[in-house]
């Protein structure tokens, strides 16, 4: 097995090996094709493409940064900070690692934490949701744009092949009948370059939007499964020791209702 497994490795090796040269020489050729591309028909496509290739590739950057780093930064520990200071009733100091967190969960905690002593579940809920729907959208932000990216790059660079494939009929009907089929080829090869060049812009564009998009969902799911522990643990902060606002007034009712008892029951009330 061990010797097999030598001999495919070996075989590998040696295929890209061989392979190299044929991959340089075609590398050569593709970037000579692509200089000759910008210069034809092709040219204004080309130009529009690389351009929203730029973009793409700007903002596919951008949400990585903000969702792998940014959004992210510190949320474990803070999260497992404020849950061992909210056990302890140390509601101030939850606050006060809530708003050193500077993430869409740091902000939702530190509105939640806001909220006073003595709330009806109503009042955190209504807060959790306001704090929720302010910061959460901001994961899925601009992705969408990455597929209408993909999109545009295909058929401007469809549109463009069409575009070169009419000039090049064109030129080929009006070149004398020795160069026609120069022509003719020239003008297809630069066509289709629109087209190769749109499908590579849109090939990784649409794989950042589906990466970027599942990261962005794998980020809200966190902030909402921490957010369902933090307001299981207020709920349950609010339940204990408090004290009934009208606890004076029933108290006061009863002791009047147990002296009236007691006038009857000694005959001073007939």
Request: glycine fraction near 8%.
């Amino acid at each position: 097995m061990k010797g097999m497994n030598a001999r495919i490795l070996w075989i590998a090796a040696a295929a890209a090996l061989g392979a190299a040269p044929a991959a340089a020489e075609t590398g050569a050729r593709m970037a000579r094709f692509a200089a000759e591309a910008g210069t034809g028909p092709a040219a204004p496509f080309l130009a529009v493409i690389a351009l929203v290739g730029i973009a793409a590739a700007a903002l596919a950057a951008e949400r990585a940064g903000y969702l792998y780093f940014r959004a992210v930064r510190g949320d474990r520990d803070a999260f497992d900070h404020m849950l061992r200071l909210i056990r302890d009733r140390r509601i101030e100091e939850a606050r006060s690692v809530a708003d050193r967190t500077d993430t869409p969960f740091g902000r939702i905690a530190a509105s939640l934490l806001r909220i006073r002593h003595g709330h009806r579940p109503e009042e955190l809920q209504n807060l959790l949701d306001e704090a929720y729907l302010r910061e959460a959208p901001e994961a899925h932000r601009r992705i969408p744009l990455l597929a209408v990216g993909a999109n545009a790059a295909t058929l401007i660079g469809l549109l463009g092949t069409i575009v070169g494939l009419v000039l090049a009929f064109e030129g080929a009907a009006e070149a004398p009948a020795a160069g026609r089929a120069a022509a003719l080829t020239s003008g297809i090869a630069a066509a289709m370059a629109a087209t190769g060049a749109g499908l590579l812009v849109a090939i990784p564009a649409l794989l950042a939007h589906g990466l970027l998009g599942a990261r962005a969902d794998r980020v809200v799911e966190e902030i909402e499964a921490r957010l369902a522990v933090l307001t299981n643990l207020l709920h349950h902060w609010n339940r204990v020791d408090q004290a009934d606002p009208y606890e004076e007034e029933k108290t006061g009712i009863a002791e009047r209702g147990d002296r009236l008892v007691d006038f009857v029951t000694n005959g001073e009330i007939r």
